[in-house]
């Protein structure tokens, strides 16, 4: 992993509360509500035209954001009211801060939620534990429009789960670091344009508390660079076990090694290889026993599932385990491997989808980090649940949440493509989770470049310039 992964980090809202107390030693709560509030009037001023706005205010910390916030839209003219769930408790920051403002109070009704331009939703922030109750509901459906601070009312910040109801925004804004909640469904559809705001926490504060979880983003990881003596062997040679039936998933995998930059990639075919003859000239393929494949030592990586069917895994897996070579399983390794995940152990990396992680692990449930990062215990290997949101979870429990992608890679053999490039960076020397969360990223962005209608064997073509786009980003951090 890089060594400034900081400013990548997603946290809890239980891990976000250690971060407050920890900020608050030196600046006064008061102080981190004045610029939260003041940084989502700022964002309002860039998001819309001067308009009536009605702030929704809860009783906690949210709310006095809220309150600040609705001084400082005051303060540049705008005609602002709020609207009041509970009043803070006496004493507290927000009740300090809901004292400074001095503009209209109206009832916490749909009524008054209808009769404005704008309402701000400061009602319950990323740290909700129960689920939302009426009349927080109709009022925030009568809205015309709706700008969440921290996270819309009733979005499980943990998880991204609905909590009852939840109103979707035009906009939301948090504050340091994202939330779980951000980037995992259905949280993430509910945000509208999202923004990510400093309000004077220091980013030292990290290091008081174990971060182990990332968006997945280029400078979380480093792509090997080729030096002047570069060749074949030292890029890496990649190995897949492939069988008769379904050969196009194997060439897919292939040709998205050898894009990403592999030296060398090889297809071990036995008595299939007749299949794999008008493939890439640049292709080699092994009609040798593997017994035989395994003697030579330069061949470290190999992938293993796309294309087999589960009886030719069982022939494969446990001969590249006992030959202490690195695996990526996927595809029909998962069909081997039903209810029994155990049988995975030995491999590096695992990249199923949602169905496939259901049928070895049992389904993601309510908490898709929890059960990635169980899997990922279990088998000891990295695990990579691929979907709208995918998550990567590590042995020792580090999650990257990956969202850089498009709903485009929904098409058959993409996830072939996947593997291919994650077995690139295996055998080009990138440690297991980097490698993972690299081919992620990089897959991602190749999908972006081709563009909405794309099929699998578009993708190949543009890993390149997702390659080069990588290297210029982490080149300007």
């Known amino acids: 992993m890089s060594g400034q992964p900081d ?165 939301t804004v948090t504050f340091f670091r994202a939330k779980p909640g951000h980037l995992l469904l259905p949280g993430r559809e509910y945000l509208g344009q999202f923004e990510v705001r400093d309000i004077g926490i220091p980013a030292e504060t990290l290091k008081e508390i174990t971060v182990t979880s990332w968006q997945n983003e280029p400078g979380l990881w480093k792509l090997p660079v080729l030096g002047l003596e570069a060749h074949k062997y030292s890029r890496g040679v990649v190995s897949l076990s492939a069988g008769e039936a379904m050969p ?106 949602g169905g496939e992680f259901a049928r070895v692990f049992d389904a993601p449930g309510s908490d898709p980090l929890a059960a990635v990062r169980a899997a990922a215990k279990q088998v000891n290997a990295v695990v990579v649940l691929k979907g709208a949101t995918s998550v990567i979870a590590s042995p020792d429990g580090k999650v990257a949440l990956n969202t850089h992608a498009t709903s485009a890679l929904g098409t058959a053999g993409s996830g072939d493509t996947l593997t291919g490039i994650i077995g690139a960076l295996l055998a080009a020397g990138m440690e297991p989770w980097d490698a993972a969360c690299a081919g992620v990223w990089l897959h991602g962005e190749a999908a972006l470049q081709a563009g909405n209608w794309l099929v699998a064997e578009d993708l190949d073509r543009y890993l390149g310039k997702a390659r080069d786009k990588a290297t210029r980003l982490q080149a300007e951090q």
């Not at 250690?18 to 700022?42: F, K």
């Not at 205010?57 to 916030?69: E, H, L, Q, R, S």
């Open 248 to 353: 196009g998933a194997a060439r897919l995998a292939a040709a998205s090694a050898r894009r990403t930059g592999a030296g060398l990639v090889r297809i071990a075919a036995g008595k299939a290889a007749p299949a794999f003859r008008l493939g890439e000239p640049g292709l080699i393929i092994d009609e040798e026993p593997l017994a035989d494949l395994l003697k030579d030592h330069r061949r470290r990586t190999w992938i293993c599932g796309p294309g087999l069917l589960p009886e030719e895994v069982e022939q494969v897996f446990p001969q590249l385990v006992a030959a202490d070579r690195q695996i990526l399983a996927d595809a029909g390794a998962f069909s081997w491997a039903a209810d029994a995940p155990d049988r995975l152990r030995g491999a590096a990396v695992l990249t199923p989808h």
């Open 7 to 171: 400013r990548f980090a997603v946290l809890s809202p239980k891990e976000m509360g250690s971060i407050d107390h920890i900020a608050s030693r030196t600046i006064p709560v008061a102080t981190l509500m004045e610029n939260a509030g003041r940084a989502v009037a700022q964002a309002i001023k860039h998001f819309t035209k001067p308009c009536r706005v009605l702030v929704l205010c809860g009783p906690g910390n949210n709310g006095g954001d809220g309150y600040v916030a609705a001084r400082h839209l005051a303060g540049m003219g705008w005609p602002v009211a709020v609207a009041a769930l509970t009043e803070p408790r006496e004493g507290s920051d927000a009740a300090s801060v809901a004292a400074r403002f001095h503009g209209p109070r109206v009832p916490f009704s749909p009524e008054e939620a209808a009769r404005v331009d704008l309402v701000i939703d400061a009602v319950f922030g990323a740290g909700l534990s129960r689920d939302v109750q009426e009349p927080v509901p109709s009022v925030l459906a009568a809205a015309k429009r709706v700008v969440a601070i921290d996270m819309p009312s009733g979005i499980d910040g943990a998880t991204g789960l609905v909590r009852g109801y939840a109103r979707a925004a035009d906009l």
